[in-house]
Structures are given as C-alpha cells and as structure tokens.
C-alpha cells in the first residue's frame, strides 16, 4: 500500500493521555467535576447527566506496579496493581483531581483494591450482578443505576432528570458509533492502520475531557483515511490477527510489536479498549431510561461473568467480519477469569478453524524477546 498520510489528529490522540493533565486541571478549575473510572460497565450516561466528566483511571504503567505491591499481594494483575500503586504514590494527576471514583463489583481483585481506595478518596462501587442469564439480572444492575443516580444527585446537590439521561445516551451511541467507524475501517483488505496507532487513538479518546469534539474528530479521522486508501496490490499480505481477552493498555507497545514486526497485522481489537464496548446501543426513547442503560451495558461480555456467552458471540462475529488469519488471547497475569476462559476461547477457534495462541504477561519487560519469539513463530506457522 502507498504510505498512508495519517491525519494529525492521530497524533495528537496517540498522545492525549500524556497530555491531558492540563486539561484535566482546567476542567477542575472550572469548577467542574471530575469521577475515575476503572471499567467499560461504568454507565457514562449517569455521569453525563450529572454534568461530570469521566476519566479512566487504569494503570497501564508498569512503574507504579512496585508501588502497588507494597500494600497489595505480588501475586495479582499488574492491571489493579499498576492503578493501586498510581493512587497511592499519588504519581497520577487524574486520580488526584478526581472527585469521586467510580468502580464495579467485577473482578475479585479489583472489586477488593476499590476497597482501599474507598480509604484514600471517596468511592462508590455498583454491584454488577455476575450473570446475566438470571430472570433478575437486568432488575439487580437497574437497581443499580437508581441507586447510583440517587447518589449522584446527593453528590451533586442537584437533580438529574430522564431527559438529561437520555440526552447522554444521544451522546454516548454517537461516541460509540464514531468509535466503531474508525475500529472497522481495520475491515478493509490490507488493514489502513497499525494496531498500535489504533489503540493509542481511541484510549486518547478518554482523555479529550470533551465526547462531542472526540465524536468529531473520530469521524474526520476516518473520512481522511477512507478517502486516502489506496492499498497496493504488489505489497506482501499481513496476516490478519484479532486481540482478545483481558484489556491490553499496558502491554500494548510490545505485544503489538511482536504481531507488526514478524509479519502480521493487528486488524481487530476485540477487548475493552477496542470493539466490546463500542457495539453497546442504547435506545434513548425507551420507557425505562433507566432499565434501557442497565441492559445495554449488561450487553458486554467480561470474563467476570458466568457463563460468558456474549464474548463468544461477538469473537464469531469478529472473526468473520474482519477476515482474521489468527487469534491472539492476552492473559495478564493472575487474572484467572480470562486465564480459564482460554479453553473455552481455544476451543470455539477450533471449531471456526481459526489458529489461536494464549499469551500470559505483565507490565514488565521482561519477556518481550520471549513474547516476540513465539508470536513470530506463531505466524510464522499461520
Ligand atoms: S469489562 S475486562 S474493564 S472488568 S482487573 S478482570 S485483567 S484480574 S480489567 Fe475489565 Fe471491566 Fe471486564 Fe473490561 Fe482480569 Fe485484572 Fe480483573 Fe481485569
């Protein structure tokens, strides 16, 4: 393919979580209020509506990991220990303007971290029902949401009305749906982007402090690089490989480095930072706006719950859609729910014929020469 001339607000994205901090600042100055956010169950609309800004608050850094396991046990995901340690070092500014940090009851070890950080700033944890298979699944996570905007609106000192909830929901299926576009632009055959670009672009997305302006420059990305395409028919074929499992943000440079420097291409990024969250629609006229915003986000498929059928749904969907030669499941390590659900995951790609590799990691470095080796081989082999 000729050189893609990428937009500059790629670059701008790829940079914007570094760069945020400013802004993050302004926003406080302003007298707005800022809430962390740890996970893709965290119903945004209630934050909107609550004239709250939200910001992720996941560590993706392995240098507050040691941090961490001064209060935390070593022997759990670098994910919790990495936030854990942010807070507690006080070395991340968003963690320090929040007002209020948002958590889930999902994981064993985040749900138990949330408790120690409920000592450090004041928290609040939904508790998201474990099934969504249960006739009162839906009834639990909308009392949820009742609950939380009772507490929201205490928070606030103010009332948050259904149209302002389903104004944000209006707000929130166009996020989404720009998000969508520039993930599935990844569909064309040979792919525009690099797995890497794409993942720092849509995770800058969460640090704009601004959803319409993100809106409208996810769709400006994505009209450029549409008008620009123009593959190459005499270039060497990538092979075509989907990321799936636990969230990738801190491993993401050498895993993706692994798969785009031994000739593949990451086209489909399945987790949290990719697809999962960005198919969420939710009707914003719906009776119950309330109930409607607990069922979509009841729509993702976590490994925390049990069983966890959506994934799998949505990995056949993927597959087929974006062409993939390979699938490579990412297991950080101690997360065991994604860790026992590679048998699951191995098994639907040997039904769809599909070559499928598990990888466990951390933060660290440490085993990226490993990690380049078996990933080459393994497309090698594709
Ligand atoms: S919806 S994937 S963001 S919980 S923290 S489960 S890696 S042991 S992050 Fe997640 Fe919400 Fe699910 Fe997505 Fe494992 Fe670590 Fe737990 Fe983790």
């Known amino acids: 393919m000729d050189e893609l001339k990428l937009p500059e607000k790629f670059s701008e994205y790829a940079e914007a979580r570094r760069n945020g901090f400013l ?5 406080k100055e302003s007298g707005q209020k800022l809430a962390g956010i740890f996970c893709t169950y965290t119903p945004l609309e209630l ?3 609550a004239g709250m800004h939200a910001v992720s608050l996941c560590g993706t850094s392995n240098e507050t990991v040691a941090d961490g396991e001064t209060y935390l046990p070593k022997n759990l995901c670098p994910l919790i220990k990495s936030s854990y340690g942010f807070a507690v070092s006080d070395k991340c500014p968003y963690t320090y303007f929040a007002d209020l940090i948002v958590g889930e009851s999902t994981c064993d070890g985040k749900k138990k971290m949330y408790e120690l950080l409920g000592k450090l700033k004041q928290t609040y944890i939904l508790q998201l029902p474990q099934s969504v298979d249960r006739e009162y ?3 639990v996570w909308t009392q949820e949401m009742r609950r939380f905007r009772a507490y929201l609106e205490e928070f606030i000192q103010e009332s948050i009305s259904d149209e302002a909830l389903r104004k ?4 929130r299926n ?3 749906a720009a998000r969508c576009r520039l993930l599935e632009l990844q569909k064309l055959n040979p792919a525009p982007l690099s797995g890497l670009l794409l993942h720092k672009t849509i995770e800058g997305t969460q640090f704009s402090f601004n959803v319409e302006q993100s809106i409208t420059d996810m769709n400006t990305m994505a009209d450029q690089i549409e008008s620009e395409y123009r593959p190459d028919p005499q270039a060497p074929k990538k092979k075509r490989i989907l990321v799936t499992g636990c969230p990738i943000g801190g491993v993401v440079e050498k895993l993706v480095a692994a798969i785009e420097e031994n000739g593949g291409q990451v086209v489909c990024l399945e987790n949290c930072g990719g697809i999962k969250p960005s198919r969420i629609r939710i009707d914003p006229d719906a009776p119950d706006i ?4 607990a069922a979509g986000y009841l729509e ?3 490994s925390i719950m049990s069983p966890n059928l959506r994934r799998e749904t949505m990995l056949r969907q993927l597959a087929e859609e974006f062409q993939v030669d390979g699938v490579v499941d990412v297991i950080l390590q101690a997360c065991h729910t994604y860790n026992i659900e590679t048998y699951n995951i191995r098994n639907l ?3 769809l014929d599909l070559p499928y590799m598990s990888v466990e990691t951390d933060y660290s470095v440490a085993d990226k020469g490993q990690m380049n080796t078996r990933l080459a081989a393994f497309i090698e082999m594709l």
């Open 168 to 171: 944000a929901v209006v707000l």
């Open 349 to 351: 790609c040997r039904e």
């Open 300 to 302: 993702i498929g976590c």
């Open 47 to 49: 934050l909107d509506a």
């Open 174 to 176: 166009r996020y989404r």
């Open 23 to 27: 802004k993050a600042k302004a926003v």
């Open 137 to 139: 699944s839906l009834d």
């Open 290 to 293: 309330l109930e409607a915003i």
